[in-house]
């Protein structure tokens, strides 16, 4: 499985033009034959709205899906992208993953981080799923959820094999831990793959720190960018990393019964 990674400046608060080069994101991922476009946290948007989230918010059914089914549908691969998503009087820091024959999943963040995120979203509250793409299990989870280890072991647990991550990191000395360190730590704990897809650049009053990468089982880098505008690509094969697995079987020979949890 080829996958790209997409690490974005956004335009906030325009749809529009980021769905845009989201487009031209994918046009260059497919002409080099990826399986699949991930892209950051609430990248449709943009991250720094505020209150702007409650007017542009859209349902699963709304104009923006729509027009990311036509992206994947005409570049032939998947695309997760993040979103804000309305249901009801709620909005959601969401992302779907959206295959190119139509067919999508949908993730809620369930961990919402900083007051303004805490002002502007409803957690989610549904356990992330596992999914078929392309072959192997996935799972979709937004930026500050890979932060915490239960969670992400519970999707590796469920049989996750790839772990699709859109993020927001700000700058800063301790978002450059969670990009360099933390990352590749949960993927090898897990024995997963990771594609970690930040924002870049500025926005409003935020500062994104970029680093996205695309991590191995063993957690080392498969490809990683700096700090602005990048499109990466990487092999994912998951029987390359039996070896790895075999030597740190931590999924197969944890002792539930000692943990509180």
């Known amino acids: 499985m080829l996958i790209s990674l997409f690490q974005m400046q956004p335009v906030s608060g325009d749809i529009a033009e980021n769905l845009m080069k989201i487009a031209r994101a994918a046009e260059a991922a497919s002409d080099m034959g990826a399986d699949l476009l991930v892209t950051p946290e609430l990248s449709t948007s943009g991250y720094a709205l505020g209150e702007l989230f409650d007017e542009i918010a859209e349902t699963r059914d709304g104009a923006l899906i729509d027009a990311l089914a036509d992206i994947a549908g005409t570049f032939e691969l998947a695309i997760c992208a993040g979103f804000p998503e309305r249901e009801g009087d709620a909005v959601y820091n969401s992302a779907v993953l959206m295959r190119p024959d139509g067919s999508r999943e949908f ?4 961990h919402l981080y ?3 995120e805490r002002a502007a979203f409803t957690p989610g509250n549904d356990i992330p799923h596992v999914f078929d793409l392309c072959g192997m299990k996935t799972s979709m989870l937004i930026c500050y959820d890979v932060e915490f280890p239960e969670y992400v072991r519970s999707v590796a647990l469920a049989g996750a094999e790839l772990v699709l991550v859109p ?7 301790i978002s450059r831990r969670v990009a360099d360190t933390v990352v590749p730590t949960r993927a090898f704990e897990n024995g997963v793959f990771i594609v970690y897809s930040d924002l870049c650049g500025s926005e409003n009053s935020a500062e994104y720190c970029g680093r996205s990468v695309i991590v191995g089982p063993d ?3 498969l490809a990683r960018a700096g700090a602005r505008e990048a499109l990466l690509v990487a092999e994912v094969e998951p029987s390359a990393y039996d070896e790895c697995r075999e030597q740190t079987p931590y999924l197969a020979e944890r002792r539930s019964e000692l ?3």
């Open 114 to 116: 900083g007051d303004a």
């Open 219 to 221: 957690g080392d880098d």
């Open 107 to 110: 993730y809620r963040k369930g």
């Open 167 to 173: 993020t927001a990191l700000p700058a800063g000395v």
């Open 259 to 261: 943990y509180r949890l």
